[in-house]
């Protein structure tokens, strides 16, 4: 009855994410919507009003860019249309260059990303909440979200000298250990400084309502969605998921209010949510952190699993991966947020879960370009052989055992 329930209520969702595309969809006709084309975008007077309508800082407006050209810098997003243009700005208060990114065209994808607020939540994060974290993201210079729609425009990173970023070939090859530590470490920072915060003083910093286990509506999606991916899953890649693997997955999505109770309880820390390798960026002598598309409360061992079972190959984790856990436990303490090295490794076992449910999910239902398929087939299988390397079978037992 409540799967039916769940059905029922994401059916009504995704009806009500329908209706905000064709709403604007008609507002075009009338030039009332925000454009996502980009060849509508970049022009200087579209795209000086978009920035006024959506500074973050109004003492930089009003903008009135004169000229603008996009540059030939590759910017890959599963979701997005991103652009690297150049600007020349009447009273200087631009950059030279500027990151634009915009929905993409897809219906589908727009459809999907509306269903679970992830374009909405970036907005708000980057006009509210970034400026506040202790690492560097990219400077927003605007952004807003209207109807199904929504925009960004940041700083360049391309330009810093200080900054390198990463790419998928970066991802297949995994990262230096030197690397691993720092990104270790910005997620120590992350986590220690908002950790324990009261349930009010965490919506106060960033709203439940966008939370994707936890919310009222991203909670009956994110329980549905699990349920429905592996069937899907498994007709596009079979054989990859092997069967013990599968059985796993099956029985957590069938426990899942429980689970729920281990995975959020206790004191949380906002987490990046979606921190594998390429949402990293060396910052000078430390790591900065984009797409904070996933931002949510929760265990900082969560994003510390999805970064290493993501990011490095499943041979080279093996050998650290309880040195890494402990350096990370460490790094907790030093930013006065203590965690127990022996409790992270038990939780880092049973995040082991979330990698794999993301990638189910994602393959299960996106459709992706060959580039994309190539990357993602591989961290599927890191995914899954950290599920069975920590033995994740063996720790649901022991918890639903208890629970």
């Known amino acids: 009855m409540a799967a039916w329930s ?46 006024n309508e959506g500074l973050t800082d109004p003492d930089r407006g009003p903008v009135r860019i004169t000229q603008l050209s996009q540059q030939d810098i590759p910017s890959v997003s599963s979701n997005c249309y991103n652009l690297v243009l150049s600007v020349e700005e009447a009273e200087g208060k631009l950059p030279a260059s500027v ?30 909440v970034a400026r506040g974290l202790p690492l560097r993201t990219p400077i927003t210079y605007a952004t807003a979200w209207r109807g199904s729609r929504f925009f960004l425009v940041q700083e360049n990173l391309n330009i810093d000298p200080a900054v390198t970023l990463f790419t998928n070939p970066d991802m297949m090859e995994g990262p230096s250990l030197a690397t691993v530590h ?46 429905m991916a592996l069937e899907p899953f498994m007709r ?22 429980k689970l729920l109770k281990y995975w959020f309880g206790g004191p949380l820390s906002l987490l990046h949510g979606d921190s594998h ?8 002598n430390e790591m ?22 993501n990011s490095l190959p499943s041979g080279v984790l093996a050998s650290c991966e309880r040195d890494l856990v402990t350096y990370y436990a460490g790094q907790r303490a030093h930013y006065g947020a203590p ?37 993602f087939t591989e961290v599927l299988r890191r995914a899954v052989a950290s599920v069975q390397r920590l033995d994740y079978a063996h720790w649901l037992k022991g918890y639903l055992a208890n629970a």
């Open 277 to 284: 390798l390429g949402n990293f960026f060396v910052n000078g």
């Open 182 to 227: 720092l990104c270790l470490d910005a997620l120590a920072r992350l986590h220690c400084h908002h950790h324990g915060l009261s349930r009010e003083q965490q919506e106060a910093v960033l709203p439940y309502r966008y939370h994707p286990f936890l919310s009222p509506q991203m909670g009956v999606i994110s329980r549905t969605l699990n349920r």
């Open 6 to 51: 769940d059905t029922a209520r994401m059916a009504m969702i995704g009806g009500a994410s329908a209706w905000r595309l064709a709403m604007d969809v008609c507002a075009d006709l009338f030039g009332g919507a925000m454009p996502y084309d980009p060849d509508k975008v970049a022009t200087p007077v579209a795209l000086s009003k978009l920035i």
């Open 99 to 128: 990151f634009v990114k915009l929905p993409m065209a897809s219906y589908a994808t727009r459809w999907f990303m509306n269903i679970i607020q992830s374009w909405r939540l970036e907005s708000d994060f980057f006009r509210d």
């Open 339 to 375: 965690l127990d090295a022996s409790d992270a490794w038990e939780e880092y076992r049973s995040f082991s879960f979330h990698p794999l449910m993301t990638l189910i999910v994602s393959i299960g239902f996106g459709g992706l370009n060959e580039e994309q398929n190539t990357v």
């Open 236 to 257: 596009k890649h079979p054989g990859i998921i092997p069967p013990d693997v599968a059985q796993v997955y099956q029985r957590t999505v069938s426990e899942w209010p």
């Open 288 to 309: 900065g952190m984009l797409d904070w598309q996933a931002a949510h409360w929760g265990k900082g061992i969560r994003d510390v699993q999805y970064f290493l079972s």
